[in-house]
């Protein structure tokens, strides 16, 4: 695996490869000349695996180890991950800030009825959701005097003027408001997309 990240910091341009990185660890005398350290053809490697490797200022300016850019990448995985952790709080913060601001909008205002047994159906996140109506309520969903808002897993039926307001903070909350200026509205009044 090293291998392969090798090779794609030298592609990538990060790292330069150093030819013949063996004639750096021998000293420049004759070809049969034995290491430093002497001992022989295996004495002297296993005496240099052991040894760091020479330093950076050694290398032609330009270059780069394979240590340093590990160095590197780690740094820039690590401030990448740092900015994603942030901004995913940042959001976290204003999905929060949106939430009460909707709750406090709609303190007192829902218009949800018990005992009423009329249901108005609607695509909303990609599933077919219902809120509990009267007849009354119902045509004024469906002429667009009123809207449903989803908050806290719950459907609340309110004014257009509320409906409007809440879509300014956060379009996702908005679950239903008829527009009764477009073509989907047939001549009865009703929306083409009432499915029941």
């Known amino acids: 695996m090293a291998d392969s990240l090798r090779d794609q910091l030298l592609k990538s341009g990060i790292v330069k490869q150093v030819r013949e990185e ?16 002497g001992g022989g ?11 760091p490797s020479a330093p950076a200022a050694k290398k032609p300016s330009g270059e780069m180890d394979l240590a340093m850019a590990y160095a590197i990448r780690a740094q820039t995985e690590a401030t990448e991950r740092k900015r994603a952790e942030q901004e995913a709080q940042e959001q976290a913060r204003i999905k929060r ?7 406090q909008l709609l303190q007192g205002k829902a218009l949800n009825k018990n005992d009423v047994e009329q249901v108005r159906h609607f695509e909303y996140g990609g599933k077919i959701r219902r809120v509990h109506v009267d007849a009354e309520q119902l045509a004024a969903i469906n002429t667009g ?3 449903v808002v989803q908050i806290g897993g719950r459907y609340l039926i309110v004014s257009r003027e509320i409906a409007t307001q809440v879509r300014e ?3 996702h909350q908005l679950a239903l408001l008829v527009d009764p200026n477009a073509s989907g509205v047939g001549d009865d009044g009703v929306p083409d997309d009432l499915i029941w």
Request: aromatic share 0%.
């Open 145 to 147: 005097e009123l809207g």
């Open 41 to 51: 053809r295996h004495g002297g490697k296993s005496q240099q695996q052991g040894r």
């Open 169 to 171: 903070i956060d379009a």
């Open 22 to 37: 063996k004639r750096q660890t021998q000293p420049q005398g004759g070809k049969g000349a034995p290491p430093k350290g």
């Open 97 to 103: 800030e949106q939430k009460q601001k909707i709750q």
